[in-house]
């Protein structure tokens, strides 16, 4: 793992809000999912989420960019407020980059015309420029020579690589990953993560989900811990790794780290 | 090392000659259970009683140039009867002297259709090329323009027929029917009942009913002095029932499809149109080319329903030359070209859904 650290910026002004997230609340039928949500994001800012399985954790993240819808508080993107006008939820998309645990590539499309999909019909860029685009992030992700090929014939690790680019291809703003490199075999891991340091170094702002303690020790400059849909604890990485505050914080990081 | 280890495969043992090989493949497929050896046994005797009978009718004792009287004498199949009546089961009522023009508005249909099956050809040209084909068949059919004599849409018959009611019925429903079963995935609730209360009112009628509602109870409601062709009251049934019937297989392939597709979709900031039109219906449709194949199969064979309304379809004019005293009782010779001609067509599209099959496997 790479445990280098990357450089943090120290102090960040309010006009550098990206995300805020103000007394949300979220319900699945009677089931009270997440409850009174409150998170600033900052832009370049990285930050971590951890917990264990059915904490709301996904759902958190899903919620920023609609793919699942809150009930109560207040969610604000880029300045857009998340409300029901579909223009708005559009326009966040478009800014917000989502990476799934499985990947979802299409797999009709060779890679390169996954890539290009949602620039030429969101972004309206013409189809050359589209690819070369494709290109260039594919180059990135140290992928490019697969271009032409289709999802299913790419590795977990190479497809999951492909699922970053092709979200790279929209230059969002911010990008979620939930679980990038839970559905991946452990050798294949590292490939995906070191993408992933990579934005982290160009200043991507990025949410994730993940409990690659490494990563987020080296990455974030803040570690959620939710559990039972509350934001439990929150803390600089160094802090929350040695010295967790809450007794189900430290019961979990007693599992996860053995 | 790898070397030494491929020689040594090759030099396996071979497998004994009883299990490879002719021998083998009978033993194993066709003698091995007492039942399947009886099995066998008794379709080697059927086969022996029945084909040399049917070459002896169909070849040997058989007429192929002759008249109906000549037929009535000998034993075997009278094949006369159709060079003798070729045109009249081809064309119908069409007047003799024009038939070349149905004869070259199918073969530019079929030509059409040829062209059309390469993807390499699905441009916006083509959707040209195939107006200004319909506007050329239809000037040939109907005639009227440019000094060619007008001819009534009564008199059209035949393959002709056949074909016209086919290929739009079948072009128009498959996109009718896609977007009946969008809709009965739909979010607002009067579009999916809408949807979902046609889909079945129509599953749950026969075509013929539908077309009998199409010929007679339809005008009926119409205001006086306007009638509604024939024809098109029988392509819009057609139409109307396949497309209830392609919606429910579609519905099938949509609800194949992982919502993470969806959701990758959206989360580019593909609206809905576009998220179906570009990555679900692509794979769900694709999913779905068998079964679709399937109805669309049945579908050009019940065009030949619309007997029942007094069209001279294919399979009309051929009962028509049947019925013929001349030519009576020679059923089963005209019926089996008949059946060539469906078998022609209906083997056409199932090989060609099966090539786009292949063309379409991306490995996934
Ligand atoms: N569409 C849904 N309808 C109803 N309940 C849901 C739905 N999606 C998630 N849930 C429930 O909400 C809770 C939180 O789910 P979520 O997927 O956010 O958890 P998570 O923290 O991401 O867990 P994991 O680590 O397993 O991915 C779970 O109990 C789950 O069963
Ligand atoms: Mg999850």
Redesign the pocket.
């Known amino acids: 793992m790479n445990e280098e650290q990357i450089e943090k910026p120290a102090t960040v002004d309010d006009d550098d809000i990206i995300i805020e997230i103000i007394n949300m609340h979220k319900w ?2 009677d ?1 009270h ?1 997440l409850k009174d949500i409150n998170l600033i994001v900052r832009k370049q800012e990285r930050i971590v989420i951890c ?10 993240i899903r919620c920023i960019n609609r793919l699942e819808e809150h009930q109560r508080g207040r969610i604000i993107v880029d300045n857009i407020e998340l409300i029901d006008n579909i223009k708005n939820i559009e326009k966040i998309r478009t800014e917000v980059g989502m990476v799934f645990q499985h990947f979802n590539l299409f797999p009709h499309l060779t890679i390169v015309e996954n890539l290009a999909l949602g620039p030429i019909w969101v972004r309206k860029v013409p189809k050359k420029e589209a690819e070369e685009t494709a290109m260039y992030f594919l180059e990135k992700v140290h992928i490019a020579e697969q271009a032409q090929k289709y999802p299913g014939q790419l590795s977990g690790g190479q497809q999951q690589r492909v699922a970053i680019a092709r979200s790279l291809c929209m230059h969002p703003k911010v990008m979620l990953f ?2 990038p490199t839970s559905a991946l075999d452990p050798e294949m891991i590292k490939e995906v993560l070191d993408v992933m340091i990579d934005l982290a170094r160009e200043g991507m702002t990025m949410i994730v ?1 993940s409990h690659e303690m490494g990563f987020a020790k080296s990455v974030a400059h803040k570690v959620l811990f ?1 559990d039972y849909g509350q934001i439990v604890e929150e803390n600089a990485p160094e802090e929350f790794f040695e010295n967790p505050q809450h007794e189900r914080t430290k019961l979990f990081l007693s599992q996860i780290l053995h | 090392m790898s070397k030494a280890y491929s020689e040594k495969t090759e030099e396996t043992i071979k497998p004994p000659l009883t299990s490879v090989g002719v021998i083998g493949w009978i033993k194993a497929n066709l003698l091995n259970s007492w039942f399947n050896s009886l099995l066998t046994v008794a379709t080697l005797y059927l086969l022996l009683k029945i084909i040399p009978a049917f070459i002896r009718w169909a070849f040997v004792d058989s007429l192929w140039m002759s008249t109906g009287a000549e037929c009535h004498q000998a034993g075997g199949a009278c094949w006369s009867i159709i060079p003798a009546n070729l045109r009249f089961i081809l064309f119908g009522f069409f007047p003799y002297d024009l038939q070349w023009r149905p004869l070259v508005a199918m073969i530019l249909l079929v030509g059409l259709l040829f062209y059309s099956q390469n993807r390499n050809h699905w441009k916006k040209s083509l959707a040209y090329l195939w107006i200004f084909g319909l506007f050329i068949m239809g000037l040939l059919m109907k005639g009227g323009l440019f000094g060619l004599t007008s001819v009534e849409s009564a008199q059209w018959g035949g393959l002709p027929l056949t074909l016209i009611l086919s290929v739009f019925g079948l072009t128009a429903a498959y996109p009718l029917g896609v977007v009946l079963a969008l809709g009965r995935q739909s979010k607002m609730p009067a579009i999916k009942t809408i949807c979902v209360i046609y889909i079945e009112l129509i599953r749950g009628v026969p075509l013929i009913s539908l077309l009998f509602m199409s010929s007679v109870v339809f005008p009926l409601f119409l205001p006086e002095g306007i009638t509604v062709n024939k024809i098109v009251r029988a392509q819009a049934a057609i139409i109307l029932f396949t497309a209830a019937y392609i919606a429910e297989v579609v519905r099938g392939g949509l609800q194949g499809m992982s919502r993470g597709q969806y959701e990758a979709a959206e989360s580019l900031g593909l609206n809905y149109y576009q998220t179906m039109r570009l990555v679900i219906l692509p794979q769900a449709l694709k999913i779905v080319i068998p079964p679709t194949v399937s109805i669309l199969i049945s579908a050009f064979k019940d065009t030949s329903l619309v007997v029942i309304i007094a069209l001279y379809d294919l399979l009309k004019t051929t009962q028509s030359v049947l019925s013929d005293p001349e030519w009576m009782g020679f059923s089963s010779e005209a019926y089996l070209f008949i059946a060539l001609i469906y078998f022609v067509c209906c083997f056409a599209m199932s090989n060609y859904s099966r090539r786009l099959e292949r063309e379409l496997d991306t490995g996934h």
């Open positions: 699945f039928g089931f999912v917990g264990p399985s059915g904490s709301g954790k996904s759902t958190l939930d679980e989900v939710m």
